[in-house]
């Protein structure tokens, strides 16, 4: 797709293009209390392949100076709408050069070669995040323009790291074991039963962790809790550390103080903080669910959770705004990121808010973002 005179062409990435993809998305850290540097470090182009069999990266590029500009990708993922499994779109990665998208008019092209792309899967829903601190993103996005899609508010997201220290509390009548290879089937039908009363929960299917499609997710990932013999709580550790990483570039307020003193950290819970420059070494909480959303199972599964994953300082775990245990995260000592939810619409005719069931929680997953 070409576009300004031949300057510009948007086309899929190429494997040669990792390393220079790598050098765009680390031009910009997220600044806040905890200044982290995202990146897809060793190759950046392996690394988006990694989100999904569905995958699509694309760069924008500049021929006249020889270089990539902008970079953009969507998943297509299998998850529940309205208890009903449903192909979706997340749109992320999209970054570019702040001099070019300020003085050529590249941004609404990128999203009209998106449409064209999605239009041929037949894709209901597209739904991004944007990091609350990112006002620009927002500003940019949230303004309504003929030639630019919809993005409409679909609630929070919050990002919970979580001291990995044993609590070691007796949880009496619960069972909290690795899933064994035995498991793994009771344990899929159980994810999809209590998965599929969320929005976007995703379609959890055996063949996907025997095979490892989602690299990180297999046989040895999941941990679950029983009682009388029934699974009603699991969850995958999903370590993504080999092919995407948050690297810390400062620190801010009282953290600076705890850095200092990793003691303070111990007395008061607050995960383990790498000096600057050094890589976050963390898990996350993926696919996980727990029988009606019961409160104490859901504290048996991760305060025993706690007791078996000591080999990492913290865990991840999100939850959209209206998670019901969202107040069980609140509780628990953690540092806290939050973003937008949006659902993204060319159409601009019908909300896709119309087409959910605005009575179900969501459940977004914490791990593809």
């Known amino acids: ?92 990665g999209l970054k570019g050069y702040s001099d070019y998208l300020k003085s050529h008019p590249l941004l609404h092209r990128f999203y009209a070669y998106l449409e064209e792309n999605l239009k041929r899967n037949n894709i209901r829903f597209c739904y991004t995040t944007i990091l609350e601190s990112n006002h620009y993103a927002q500003r940019l996005l949230e303004k309504k323009r003929r030639i630019m899609p919809h993005y409409e508010k679909f609630g929070r997201y919050e990002t919970f790291a979580i001291r990995n220290t044993s609590r070691r509390k007796k949880h009496n009548g619960y069972v909290f074991t690795k899933a ?97 420059g050094q890589a976050l070494k963390f898990y996350t909480l993926s696919r996980w669910a727990i029988k009606d959303n019961d409160k104490t199972i859901f504290n048996v599964f991760m305060d025993n959770l706690k007791d078996h994953t000591q080999d990492y300082p913290f865990m991840l775990i999100g939850v959209h705004e209206s998670h019901p245990l969202r107040n069980e995260l609140m509780n628990r000592k953690h540092i806290k990121y939050s973003s937008n939810v949006y659902l993204v619409d060319w159409v601009k005719k019908i909300s896709p808010l119309t087409l959910l069931n605005t009575e179900m929680s969501s459940y977004i997953e914490c791990g593809a973002l």
Request: charged share 25%; net charge negative.
């Open 180 to 276: 064994s290879k035995e498991d793994l089937p009771e344990m899929v039908r159980f994810l999809n039963q209590e998965g599929s009363k969320c929005q976007f929960f995703p379609v959890v299917k055996l063949d996907d962790i025997l095979s490892e499609t989602f690299k990180g997710i297999n046989t040895d990932s999941f941990y679950i809790v029983k009682q009388d013999d029934k699974i009603i709580a699991a969850g995958a550790i999903w370590d993504q550390g080999d092919y995407k990483q948050y690297i810390v570039q400062q620190y801010s307020g009282f953290l600076r103080i705890f850095n200092k003193l990793q003691l303070l950290s111990a007395l008061f819970q607050i995960p383990s903080l790498p000096d600057p």
């Open 1 to 92: 797709m070409n576009c300004l005179s031949n300057r510009f062409i948007i086309e899929p990435a190429k494997a040669s293009d990792g390393l220079e993809m790598l050098q765009l998305l680390e031009q910009t850290p997220f600044e806040g209390k905890v200044s982290l540097l995202y990146t897809r470090r060793p190759d950046a182009y392996q690394s988006f392949l990694y989100e999904g069999r569905n995958m699509e990266v694309s760069v924008c590029r500049d021929l006249q100076e020889g270089k990539i500009i902008a970079i953009g990708a969507y998943v297509i993922q299998v998850v529940y709408i309205n208890n009903k499994e449903e192909q979706v779109a997340y749109i992320f």
